[in-house]
Every structure is written in structure tokens, then in C-alpha cells.
T-cell receptor, first 116, second 115 residues
Framework: GAVVSQHPSRVICKSGTSVKIECRSL??????MFWYRQFPKQSLMLMAT?????????EQGVEKDKFLINHASLTLSTLTVTSAHPEDSSFYIC????????????FGPGTRLLVL | AQKITQTQPGMFVQEKEAVTLDCTYD???????LFWYKQPSSGEMIFLIY??????QNATEGRYSLNFQKARKSANLVISASQLGDSAMYFC????????????FGQGTILTVHP
């Protein structure tokens, strides 16, 4: 099946710093990538939809200036958590939809962010 | 209203037995897709099975089958011959025609397989 990677897998940062998370589709082209946030033992909440070459579409309640998304190529999307605070600590997971076909979204392994 | 409902927070099953995880959905779109994902403690989301709303037959993938009852708006996952490695969180998700590919997830069911 299609493989999606995320980097880093874990990150600990100080409050006020920015953190960049990368999501890559390794063996397919993804015109659309999605970013989710998950709190412990809860469901995935969609944050934004990232389309290659255009601005991301954010879900209601998600701060665009806080969570910057860039989808620079057909295989890479990045999420930057700006001026991180302890409440931003969470599990961030991306998914990618294969260009040209298929309903399935393939998920990355996720990134655990801890803001001190 | 919840679009995807998983009413079983936790389920237990004996190894080698079959187990059914419930999922009901709510949509007015004529075309939609239903997915099941498995999330082990490591956090990765593993795609298990997909059912399209117009598919005539229930989807099957190895030990996984989807019991699709369109009139009841249910899409239960059946795992046959449970294995210890099946212990994980399981999520049901839906993609609606008007959602531009976005998935809506249920609350999840934690499955524990006992030896």
C-alpha cells in the first residue's frame, strides 16, 4: 500500500517557539493532504485540508495564523505550530489522498508534540 | 448531530473468536464512503476496509468484513478469528459527496483480545 511518512515522530519544545512537522507521500503523488489533531483516547479532529499549490482550507475554530500549512509539492505538506503553548501539546497526524484515483486516505505515523 | 456514532467504548473478545464493532452514520448525501481504520498504541492509523454507498456487496479484506446495512445506516466491522495483535483502537469514518474528500471519524472502540 501507499506509504506516508511524518517527521519528526516526537518533539519537545519550549513555550513560545515554533515547530515544523513534515508529511511526505513516499511512493505516490498526493494533490490533497489532511492534517488532524488527536488528544489521548479521543477521536481525530480535522484541522485543515491542504491542496498542492493553493492555500489550505481550515476547519471552523482552527487558527490559521497559529497553524501554518504549506503544500509546496505533490509529495510534501508541512504544518508549523507557531508560538507554541502547552495547550498545543497533542498528537498531530497527516493523511494523503492519492492523485487521480482511489477513495482511501493513507495516514502518516503521527507526531507527538510536547510543549513545556 | 453526530455523523458517525460508535456506541461501544470498549470491547473484549477471546482469541480466535469473531467480534463485531458497531458503527452507525448519518448523511443525506446520495453518495458516500465508509472506512474502518485501526490505531494501535503506537498511534499510526492503519486502513482496514472501505465500503462505497453504491457497492452492492459487502466489502471483505482477509479477516475483516463490513456488514453494510444501508437502510439502517450501519456499517459494522466484523473481525473473524481474532488475534492478540488485533488489540487496538478502531475508528469508523465517513466521506460524504459534499465533503471534498474530508473524513469524519467516530469516537472509536478499544478492542482487547484475551488469550
Amino acid at each position: 500500500g501507499a506509504v506516508v511518512s511524518q517527521h519528526p515522530s516526537r518533539v519537545i519544545c519550549k513555550s513560545g517557539t515554533s515547530v515544523k512537522i513534515e508529511c511526505r507521500s513516499l511512493d505516490f503523488q498526493a494533490t490533497t493532504m489532511f492534517w488532524y489533531r488527536q488528544f489521548p483516547k479521543q477521536s481525530l479532529m480535522l484541522m485543515a485540508t491542504s491542496n498542492e499549490g493553493s492555500k489550505a482550507t481550515y476547519e471552523q475554530g482552527v487558527e490559521k495564523d497559529k497553524f501554518l500549512i504549506n503544500h509546496a509539492s505533490l509529495t510534501l505538506s508541512t504544518l508549523t505550530v507557531t508560538s507554541a503553548h502547552p495547550e498545543d501539546s497533542s498528537f498531530y497526524i497527516c493523511s494523503a489522498k492519492q492523485a487521480g484515483g482511489g477513495e482511501t486516505q493513507y495516514f502518516g505515523p503521527g507526531t507527538r508534540l510536547l510543549v513545556l | 448531530a453526530q455523523k458517525i456514532t460508535q456506541t461501544q467504548p470498549g470491547m473484549f473478545v477471546q482469541e480466535k473468536e469473531a467480534v463485531t464493532l458497531d458503527c452507525t452514520y448519518d448523511t443525506s448525501d446520495p453518495s458516500y464512503g465508509l472506512f474502518w481504520y485501526k490505531q494501535p498504541s503506537s498511534g499510526e492509523m492503519i486502513f482496514l476496509i472501505y465500503q462505497g454507498s453504491y457497492d452492492q456487496q459487502n466489502a471483505t479484506e482477509g479477516r475483516y468484513s463490513l456488514n453494510f446495512q444501508k437502510a439502517r445506516k450501519s456499517a459494522n466491522l466484523v473481525i473473524s478469528a481474532s488475534q492478540l495483535g488485533d488489540s487496538a483502537m478502531y475508528f469508523c469514518a465517513m466521506r460524504e459527496l459534499t465533503s471534498y474528500g474530508k473524513l469524519t471519524f467516530g469516537q472509536g472502540t478499544i478492542l482487547t483480545v484475551h488469550p
